[in-house]
T-cell receptor, first 112, second 114 residues
């Protein structure tokens, strides 16, 4: 069974401080991992996925298979980063379809 | 392109009432999903449909039914609503075939069951 753990429900940082949102996973195969973000009263949207190896809005995430982690990082937090962040793991569910298993989410609050 | 649309945006039901949440996507995606979002629980998959004509249970299917009406539309029905079904419901869709495919989400339906 696949599982995603986000240990922090709430993370508060000051503007300009570094941010690290933690994500650990459990999966028997080769994992595909994502970070989704939900700004206040908006729909979930993809922030980044590990296969793309890209930086979006200054955020990066590195897959560490040894530690089974996919932590999200940003060197300098901005007020507009305040949102709910979900880590998600993709698993095959048959017939060409994949399911996402989400963590419980971390609410990031950036203090001005 | 509207992406993924959901109706209604808000709904209040009394215990025992029934309702159907509608979802449509215009991205020609094969796979569609229904999630519920509860505080402290994240998103949990209720049902999904890998393609037109197929549906499967997710993590929390009890109390719900779904219909994949055609490739575009995937509805979620509550036959006899209970207060435990008070939640925000999200529909999503994705292209098939790759584990790294993005899921696109609708704006959500906020349901309260009294």
């Amino acid at each position: 069974a696949q599982r995603v753990t986000q240990p922090e429900k709430l993370l508060s940082v000051f503007k300009g401080a570094p941010v690290e949102l933690k994500c650990n996973y459990s999966y028997s195969g080769s994992p595909e991992l994502f970070w989704y973000v939900q700004y206040s009263r908006q729909r979930l949207q993809l922030l980044l996925r590990h296969i793309s190896r890209e930086s979006i809005k200054g955020f990066t995430a590195d897959l560490n298979k040894g530690e089974t982690s996919f932590h999200l990082k940003k060197p300098f937090a901005q007020e507009e980063d305040s949102a709910m962040y979900y880590c998600a793991l993709s698993g095959y569910s048959g017939a060409g379809s994949y399911q996402l298993t989400f963590g419980k989410g971390t609410k990031l609050s950036v203090i001005p | 392109n509207a992406g993924v649309t959901q109706t209604p945006k808000f709904q209040v039901l009394k215990t025992g009432q029934s309702m159907t949440l509608q979802c449509a996507q215009d991205m020609n995606h094969n796979s569609m999903y229904w999630y519920r979002q509860d505080p402290g629980m994240g998103l949990r998959l209720i049902y999904y449909s890998a393609s037109e004509g197929t549906t499967d249970k997710g993590e929390v299917p009890n109390g719900y039914n779904v219909s994949r009406l055609n490739k575009r539309e995937f509805s979620l029905r509550l036959e006899s609503a209970a207060p435990s079904q008070t939640s925000v419901y999200f529909c999503a869709s994705s292209a098939e075939g790759q584990s790294y495919n993005e899921q696109f989400f609708g704006p959500g339906t906020r349901l309260t069951v009294l």
